[in-house]
Nanobody, 124 residues
């Protein structure tokens, strides 16, 4: 069993920055691929970014490439999402997710564990 707790969400103006954190517990953190998804009101859950546990290979949605950076600190069992140049379209609840294995995935179906989410609101 893996527990995930997100933090760092909040209200920011267009062009601003936020860093989200996700603290994990329960299993060996480095054995898990970690990812961020988001869901805006009336929208489907959307892949944002993923990072593998050993090679630290990252994957990003086209909508956030060049603006967001995913990273992890295995010693702290924590994954981060640095968000720069935020836009109103980035407004959503952001969820941390984890799955065992070596390969990353952009499909939420493949992730076994989820945090409760943290709200990010970008004001225009």
């Amino acid at each position: 069993q893996v527990q995930l707790v997100e933090s760092g969400g909040g209200l920011v103006q267009t062009g601003g920055s936020l860093r989200l954190s996700c603290a994990a517990s329960g299993r060996t953190f480095s054995n898990y691929v970690m990812a961020w998804f988001r869901q805006a009101p009336g929208k489907e859950r959307e892949f944002v970014a993923a990072i593998t546990g050993n090679a630290f290979i990252t994957t990003y949605a086209d909508s956030v490439k060049g603006r967001f950076t995913i990273s992890r600190d295995n010693a702290k069992s924590t994954v981060y999402l640095r968000m720069n140049s935020l836009k109103p379209d980035d407004t959503a609840i952001y969820y941390c997710a984890a799955k065992p294995g070596y390969s990353g995935s952009s499909s939420y179906i493949q992730y076994n564990y989820w945090g409760q989410g943290t709200q990010v609101t970008v004001s225009s």
